[in-house]
C-alpha cells in the first residue's frame, strides 16, 4: 500500500468510522449525564439567572484564562494557569478560522464563514503547540502533577498534540510529502476522534452544560459566580 491509497483510506473509511464512534460516544455520555437527573432549586429569586449565566461564561472564557490575578488558582501554578488558557484559545482559533477547517465546517454543516489571515492562524497554531509542549514539561517536573499523572494523561496529550503537529506541518509544506502529512494528520485526527468519548477530554461537552447550570444558581442567589 502506497501513501496515496493510505491518504484515500484515512479521508473515507478511517475518518467516517472515527466520527461515527464519536458521535455515539458522546451521545451516550450525555444520555447518562441526563438520566442522572437534578433536584428542583426551591430557593427564592434574588437575582438573574441570566445575568449569573453571562458572567459565569465570561469568568470562564475570558477573564480568570488571561487575567489571572482575580483568581486564587495563579498563585498555585501559575505556568498550569496561562498556559492551559493559552492553548484552549489557540485551538479555538485554529479549527474555528482556519481555511482548511471552515471547509470542513462547510462540508458537515453547509454553513461557512470569513477566516482570519493566514499569518493570525500560523501564529496561534504556534501557540498552542508550544503551549501543549510547556504543559508536558511542567507535568514532567512538577512534584504533585508528576505523581497524579497516570497513562490517560499521556494519551490525552498526545493525541491532542499529534493532530496540531501534523496540521502545522502540513500548511507548511515542511519536510514531508503532501500525501505523506495529509495522512498522517488524518490518521491523528480520527485518533483522537475515538480517544475523547473514552478519555477526559470529552469534558468539552459538559463544561457549557455545568457553566450554564452554576451560573444560573449563583444568578439567582445574586452571588458572584
Avoid at 491518504?7 to 458521535?23: C, W
Avoid at 488558582?73 to 492553548?87: D, K, P, S, Y
Wanted: no cysteine; hydrophobic share 55%.
Amino acid at each position: 500500500m502506497n501513501w496515496t491509497e493510505i491518504l484515500s483510506f484515512s479521508r473515507g473509511p478511517l475518518l467516517h468510522i472515527s466520527m461515527i464512534i464519536f458521535v455515539v460516544g458522546m451521545s451516550y455520555r450525555l444520555v447518562r449525564v441526563v438520566l442522572l437527573g437534578w433536584e428542583r432549586d426551591r430557593a427564592s429569586n434574588k437575582g438573574s439567572k441570566l445575568k449569573g449565566v453571562v458572567i459565569n461564561y465570561l469568568k470562564g472564557l475570558i477573564i480568570l484564562p488571561f487575567i489571572p490575578w482575580v483568581g486564587r488558582t495563579f498563585r498555585r501554578n501559575e505556568l498550569t494557569f496561562i498556559a492551559g488558557g493559552l492553548f484552549h484559545l489557540s485551538l479555538f482559533v485554529v479549527l474555528a478560522f482556519g481555511t482548511a477547517h471552515i471547509l470542513v465546517w462547510k462540508s458537515l454543516f453547509g454553513l461557512s464563514w470569513k477566516p482570519l489571515p493566514t499569518p493570525v492562524v500560523s501564529f496561534f497554531s504556534s501557540v498552542g503547540i508550544i503551549s501543549l509542549i510547556i504543559l508536558l514539561v511542567n507535568r514532567l517536573t512538577h512534584p504533585v502533577l508528576k505523581l497524579l499523572t497516570r497513562l490517560p494523561v499521556w494519551i490525552n496529550w498526545v493525541v491532542v498534540f499529534l493532530p496540531m503537529i501534523t496540521g502545522f506541518i502540513m500548511a507548511r509544506h515542511l519536510w514531508f510529502k503532501y500525501e505523506v502529512i495529509f495522512s498522517l494528520h488524518l490518521i491523528s485526527v480520527s485518533l483522537l476522534l475515538i480517544w475523547i468519548p473514552l478519555g477526559r477530554i470529552s469534558h468539552f461537552l459538559f463544561y457549557f452544560f455545568s457553566r450554564t447550570i452554576h451560573g444560573a444558581q449563583a444568578g439567582k442567589r445574586a452571588i458572584m459566580p
